[in-house]
């Protein structure tokens, strides 16, 4: 499991998501100046979050001022995909992709495409 991942909330998501643009640690400036403006957020609530993403393990505090995420966007994105299989539908991948297509989520193009995914991984008979 991504340690760390499965603590992060909603509003820590949104920081997650700025650090994941800079492959570089990211100033406490940059960070409160995106929020600000993307949440309306005030600085208190942006190091409060920073504060509790470093306690449980998902951001790092490089020197001063500056952080990076620890955990990286494609970890966090596998586990939650498995955490919401899981949970919504009973751990069935094919439930999640039925569902989907019953509902025209998925287009020909993206249906075509999952299908070629899905052949990749098959074993000449």
Known sequence: MCQGAEQIQDAELEVM???????????????????????GWEDSTVKTLLRRLCAKGAVKLER???????????EYGRWSAKRFVSKV???????????????GQLSQADIDELSALFHQGEEPK
Do not use: H, N
């Open 64 to 74: 001063r001022g500056m952080y990076r995420a620890v955990i990286t966007q494609a």
């Open 89 to 103: 539908f009973e751990g069935s991948a094919k439930k999640l992709v039925a569902a989907l297509v019953s509902d």
């Open 17 to 39: 998501r700025i650090l994941w643009q800079s492959p570089e640690p990211v100033a406490l400036a940059e960070v409160r100046r995106e929020l600000a403006a993307r949440c």
